[in-house]
Nanobody, 125 residues
Framework: QVQVAESGGGSVQAGGSLKLSCEFSGGLFITNNMGWFRQVPGKERDIVCAISRRGDSSYCDNSVSGRFTISRDNAKNMMYLEMNSLKPEDTAVYYC??????????????????WGQGTQVTVSS
């Protein structure tokens, strides 16, 4: 049974940095495209960044491009999200997700089959 679990959330002041980690278990990590999503109360879960199976292709939403970096270590079954220059509007619950499908890198939450419990990121002004 595939499981993913996030860690590394917390509270930080605007302009600060945080690094989120996602641990993958129970399956073959390299067969999954991976993504980070975030959600605020009353809104849909939105893509932050996604990375391909081998890490040779990635995507980040315009709202975080240039500030956030997604990476993965297939030897350790880990994915990361390095977040710099954080803004109050980055405050959300951040979710790690795995897409075992055979298609290309997806930005759509419904394409991801496995989800973590989420980790809160709070950025104060």
């Amino acid at each position: 049974q595939v499981q993913v679990a996030e860690s590394g959330g917390g509270s930080v002041q605007a302009g600060g940095s945080l690094k989120l980690s996602c641990e993958f278990s129970g399956g073959l990590f390299i067969t999954n495209n991976m993504g980070w999503f975030r959600q605020v109360p009353g809104k849909e879960r939105d893509i932050v960044c996604a990375i391909s199976r081998r890490g040779d292709s990635s995507y980040c939403d315009n709202s975080v491009s240039g500030r956030f970096t997604i990476s993965r270590d297939n030897a350790k079954n880990m994915m990361y999200l390095e977040m710099n220059s954080l803004k109050p509007e980055d405050t959300a619950v951040y979710y790690c997700a795995a897409d075992p499908g055979v298609w290309g890198l997806s930005r759509t939450a419904s394409d991801y089959a496995y989800w973590g419990q989420g980790t809160q990121v709070t950025v104060s002004s």
